[in-house]
T-cell receptor, first 112, second 111 residues
């Protein structure tokens, strides 16, 4: 089975900190995605990557950046964490743009 | 832009059928998906349908697509307590490389 692993299940960070969320997939998928999930808003796309070192902004990229130095790893960076970035963050990967995604279990981030 | 809408909550009794509805706005949608999220977990792909189909059945799951009305539904036959979860509708259109998700429908199954 394809596995998408997010390094932390829960994180608590202080306002202004730089935060790294890590995601690793083990099936050589080209595409990787970061979404945030908030009650009543569903999943909103932050950034995605369709190849190593390639990235594309999603619908809500402000306050975030990403890094994809290796095919299996896609990192989400909060440059200066703010309380409105408290959320569940979900990483996903897929082999093609139309194939269904495989999701990680999520990282629940609280910014205090 | 793209928009995918779902009702937020559905409650059914165990053994009944559940029907979860979704509407989307983008007429260039190519694939439509249903995902399930159990408590504390990521999303799991349940099924998908290509936009030139109008129905797809997979065991207890039936997906119906009305392309004219841009309406997608997921029917779960003989709903069980293990089906309690949040169900997300998602669509892929030709103009985007990523899926657009709805807000999710929380299905509660009463014993």
């Amino acid at each position: 089975d394809v596995k998408v692993t997010q390094s932390s299940r829960y994180l608590v960070k202080r306002t202004g900190e730089k935060v790294f969320l890590e995601c690793v997939q083990d099936m050589d998928h080209e595409n990787m995605f970061w979404y945030r999930q908030d009650p009543g808003l569903g999943l909103r796309l932050i950034y995605f990557s369709y190849d190593v070192k390639m990235k594309e902004k999603g619908d809500i990229p402000e306050g975030y950046s990403v890094s994809r130095e290796k095919k299996e790893r896609f990192s989400l960076i909060l440059e200066s964490a703010s309380t409105n970035q408290t959320s569940m963050y979900l990483c996903a990967s897929s082999p093609t743009v139309t194939y269904g995604y495989t999701f990680g279990s999520g990282t629940r981030l609280t910014v205090v | 832009g793209e928009d995918v809408e779902q009702s937020l909550f559905l409650s059914v009794r165990e053994g009944d059928s559940s029907v979860i509805n979704c509407t989307y706005t983008d007429s260039s949608s190519t694939y439509l998906y249903w995902y399930k999220q159990e408590p504390g977990a990521g999303l799991q792909l349940l099924t998908y349908i290509f936009s030139n189909m109008d129905m797809k059945q997979d065991q207890r799951l039936t997906v119906l697509l009305n392309k004219k009305d841009k309406h997608l539904s997921l029917r779960i036959a003989d709903t069980q307590t293990g089906d309690s979860a949040i169900y997300f509708c998602a669509e892929k259109d030709t103009g985007r490389r990523a899926l657009t998700f709805g807000s999710g429908t929380r299905l509660q199954v009463q014993p």
